[in-house]
T-cell receptor, first 111, second 111 residues
């Protein structure tokens, strides 16, 4: 069966520090991968998506970047965090099915 | 672009029925999905409607009217564990076949 792993679960980082969040999918090949951000009590905002290795599309210009170095690995990064980068970051995957499967999320607080 | 509207909050008692409406604006509509998210957790897929009509899955049902750009999620025989946020999401050609989420409806079930 397919599983998605996302870590860390929580993170507190100072302003100006770098960020690296990792997401891996098991049990499938060539998944579509997504990074979403959710502000407290709000909806999900799509940040990046990828349909294959090295293929990244950005939805919102911002302080973040994404990479897909391997088929089932998706990384969200920042060189210098801003206070506004705080939020709940969710990785998701899908293939031909219409439903997205989300990872457990990373709650990032920038202080 | 795409836009979705759903009520921000609904309160009901155990055993009751709740209907969460979702209206959307998009072009190249493919389908409407519903997701459930408990506090602090990740969204989980509930249903997907591509064609007009009602889809029933246990206590939850989802309806779509493509001509009205409208859908709803029906929660029957409410239980305390149904207290969560519920998101509608549109899959559309205009968004490159990716999901665009509404702001979510917080459902509070009282004893």
């Amino acid at each position: 069966s397919q599983t998605i792993h996302q870590w860390p679960a929580t993170l507190v980082q100072p302003v100006g520090s770098p960020l690296s969040l990792e997401c891996t999918v098991e049990g499938t090949s060539n998944p579509n991968l997504y990074w979403y951000r959710q502000a407290a009590g709000r909806g999900l905002q799509l940040l990046f998506y990828s349909v294959g290795i090295g293929q990244i599309s950005s939805e919102v210009p911002q302080n973040l970047s994404a990479s897909r170095p391997q088929d089932r690995q998706f990384i969200l990064s920042s060189k210098k965090l801003l206070l506004s980068d705080s939020g709940f970051y969710l990785c998701a995957w899908n293939q031909a099915t219409y439903g997205y499967t989300f990872g457990s999320g990373t709650r990032l607080t920038v202080v | 672009g795409q836009s979705l509207e759903q009520p921000s909050e609904v309160t009901a008692v155990e055993g009751a029925i709740v209907q969460i409406n979702c209206t959307y604006q998009t072009s190249g509509f493919y389908g409407l999905s519903w997701y459930q998210q408990h506090d602090g957790g990740a969204p989980t897929f509930l249903s997907y409607n591509a064609l007009d009509g009602l889809e029933e899955t246990g206590r939850f049902s989802s309806f779509l009217s493509r001509s009205d750009s409208y859908g709803y999620l029906l929660l029957q025989e409410l239980q305390m564990k149904d207290s969560a946020s519920y998101f509608c999401a549109v899959r559309a050609k205009a968004a490159g076949n990716k999901l665009t989420f509404g702001g979510g409806t917080r459902v509070l079930v009282k004893p």
